[in-house]
């Protein structure tokens, strides 16, 4: 996260995993719901979401403090998406 206390990772096998750090608050998740490889992962500055994109050609924007919550999904792309960005508040991919 933005404030070091976990790490997220992905890659091709679909979830993202979000994995706290020693001393955190954070919740171990496993963020389910790409149909393929995740290609990109960006943080909001408030360390409360995640989004993630990839082959799937869907964005997706995970609550960290709701992890369980189903994702805000930003489709319409034709194809991978390998770049993705969150506004500092977190209220915009």
Known sequence: MSD???IASAGDDG???VTPLPGSSVRKASLQGHAGPVR???ISGDGGRLASAGDDAVARVWSLTHPEAAPIE???HAGSIGQIQLR??????
């Open 40 to 42: 990109a992962l960006a």
């Open 88 to 93: 500092a508040d977190g209220r915009a991919a």
């Open 15 to 17: 979830p993202v995993r």
């Open 74 to 76: 930003l489709r319409g």
């Open 4 to 6: 070091g206390t976990a």
